[in-house]
């Protein structure tokens, strides 16, 4: 789940961390007002689920109350991205003598959550680690373990950060790390985290995300911040059509699971693919063989025919594609002669010869031999477990590079 | 009465397809809905022939030989 900016600084507030007096609101006229209040220069900002706020005027500064309403008013119309402001949040305009950035989020691959901080804030975190790696700290730690203060000291001091700001910025970091853990957060981060000219520090923006299993732990907390249940998970991004169809599917049958991502793929191999992690298994290793899926997609759980029938048929009738490769790492609650019948149901269905279109049948497993049975019936290419998943998806690209290149 | 679909086709006695309790037993133990018991018998549901999955309790529900599976991609049929 993610969170506006105005939420992601509640939420920093909460967690001991020091926050400017800003204000949210959804009315140009309260805009002055907390303006008025704040008493000095203020920064509109448009709160919005998406980035690329200043290039896009979401982002604007006022001299005095009458200007921040103006400024409010105007960025409460824009729309940036596709996405309407929910608010807008006004700040103060610090006097800032330093930016630094800090961070947490989970890394996938070491499985612990993973602390980032730089004495170069305000731009992206990604680029100062490319152009100044020395100039970031990084430092996994448990999730389990409780977290010491020390871990976020070791962190902020290996990006050369020393005497008094290292005192001072270490308990903003290990309340981040904290807050990160007992929040169920994805991502954690504060950039700019601001040293004013009165040597104090301060979040003058927030970023966070919730992991969306967390949420129902984490229901305090959503209602503190008045978020209702109709929001969801606040997914990032509109389902394409192929993504709504194969969720409806779904819905539609209790038996085995499927799931369907088109988002930034636009190749011309389909994928009917799972298995305990087969899907990115396989995805990886298309792309890595030369080849360009046109989605995503997991298959599992003992899916109906029908079920996968009709994930094959969305990937089929998707812009690009001639041909699926249906392979999925060695199954056993799932059985391959029903998804053999799904795929062969939806080529049949859609008027497409089976053997020329499925590209590739690698699924081993439960009720392989009937599977093969069926397969062999209908001239479809196919192979057990004695090939591996990456020789099965090097298969796949050759044939249909190969009909590409003839 | 027999109906095929893709993959499998369903083939039941003319007695116990006009036998309303053997209808409503073959409609309780398919796991898969392919029998509807009727007040007269029982329909077999087209839509539902190919998510057979071969559990053969059909055939062990009605008499011996009265209800079989013919797996059309292979030309085996069950019982065998």
Redesign the interface.
């Given at each position: 789940m993610r969170f506006f900016e105005y939420e992601a600084r509640e939420i920093v507030k909460r967690a001991g961390i020091p926050v400017t007096d800003y204000g949210f609101t959804t009315d140009a006229a309260e805009a002055k007002t907390i303006a008025e209040r704040i008493g000095g220069p203020t920064v509109i900002k448009s709160q919005v689920l998406t980035g690329g706020r200043m290039k896009a005027g979401g982002v604007k500064f006022a001299d005095t109350p009458d200007e921040a309403r103006q400024h409010a008013e105007d960025i409460l119309q824009l729309e940036i991205n596709g996405h309407w402001p929910r608010g807008v949040l006004v700040d103060p305009k610090a006097e800032v003598k330093q930016e630094y950035y800090a961070g947490v989020v989970w890394d996938g691959t070491a499985k612990k959550p993973l602390m980032l901080f730089s004495d170069m804030g305000g731009i992206d975190i990604e680029q100062v680690a490319e152009d100044h790696p020395d100039h970031v700290g990084r430092g996994h730690f448990s999730a389990l373990e409780p977290f010491h203060d020390f871990q976020a000291k070791q962190v902020i001091a290996a990006a050369g950060v020393t005497g008094k700001p290292l005192q001072r910025l270490t308990p903003v970091l290990a309340r981040l790390a904290r807050l990160f853990l007992e929040g169920d957060m994805l991502l954690a981060e504060i950039n700019p985290l601001a040293e004013l000219t009165d040597g104090s520090f301060v979040a003058l923006d927030a970023h966070m995300e919730m992991e969306d299993e967390g949420m129902p732990r984490q229901k305090a907390l959503i209602k503190a911040l008045g978020i209702g249940a109709e929001e969801g998970t606040r997914e990032g991004h509109t389902p394409t059509p192929f993504e709504e169809a194969v969720k409806a599917i779904d819905a539609a049958d209790h038996r085995g699971v499927i799931q369907g991502k088109d988002t930034g793929f636009h190749g011309n191999i389909g994928l009917v693919i799972g298995a305990g992690g087969g899907s990115l298994t396989l995805t990886d290793a298309v792309r890595q063989q030369g080849g360009k899926p046109a989605n995503y997609s997991e298959i599992g759980g003992n899916p109906?025919?029908?079920k996968a029938c009709g994930l094959a048929k969305e990937v089929l009738q998707k812009d690009g594609v001639e041909k699926i490769a249906v392979m999925m790492s060695i199954v056993s609650n799932t059985?391959v002669d029903?998804v053999a019948?799904g795929v062969?149901?939806a080529c049949?269905e859609l008027g497409k010869d089976p053997g020329e279109t499925i590209a590739i049948f690698r699924i081993p497993g439960a009720w392989e031999d009937?599977g093969f049975?069926?397969l062999d019936?209908?001239g479809i290419e196919y192979c057990d477990r004695s090939v591996s998943l990456w020789d099965a998806a090097g298969r796949a690209v050759a044939k249909i590079q190969g009909e590409v290149a003839a | 009465m027999k109906k095929d679909a893709?993959?499998i086709g369903v083939e039941v006695d003319d007695r116990v397809a006009s036998d309303a309790a053997m209808g409503a037993k073959l409609d309780e133990v398919c796991p898969?809905n392919i029998f509807k018991g009727t007040e007269s018998g029982v329909d077999i549901v087209e839509e539902n022939i190919?998510?057979c999955?071969?559990c053969g309790l059909c055939i062990d529900a009605a008499p011996a030989g009265t209800v079989k599976i013919h797996?059309l991609?292979?030309g085996e049929v069950l019982p065998a």
């Open positions: 109906s025919v029908a059985r029903i019948r062969i149901k049949l009937e049975k069926i019936k209908y | 893709i993959f898969v190919d998510e999955v071969l797996k991609y292979s």
